[in-house]
């Protein structure tokens, strides 16, 4: 993954996108109403990133791996 990705939300309701590094800093965050959201962190450092992706107060986190 060079930092770019895709989140999709199927059930029409709003979604905030929340990317965090492995020390807990916050590097992007983004709430949108759209059913699909294209992603790209730009420059960021190689390296393993938290997504967490909260719709309707559920929380799903996954891991991404950036390797520019």
């Keep these: 993954n060079n930092g770019s ?5 199927n059930n029409g309701n709003g979604m ?8 807990g800093t916050k ?3 983004q709430t949108t109403n759209d059913s699909t959201t294209a992603i790209n962190l730009g420059d960021v ?3 393993i ?4 992706v ?3 107060d ?3 986190t996954t891991k ?3 390797a520019n």
């Design 5 to 9: 990705f895709t989140v999709a939300n």
């Design 16 to 23: 905030k996108i929340e990317v965090y590094n492995l020390l």
């Design 27 to 29: 590097i992007f965050s």
């Design 45 to 47: 450092a190689k390296g």
């Design 49 to 52: 990133y938290l997504v967490k």
């Design 54 to 56: 909260t719709i309707n």
């Design 58 to 60: 559920v929380t799903t």
């Design 64 to 66: 991404i791996t950036v």
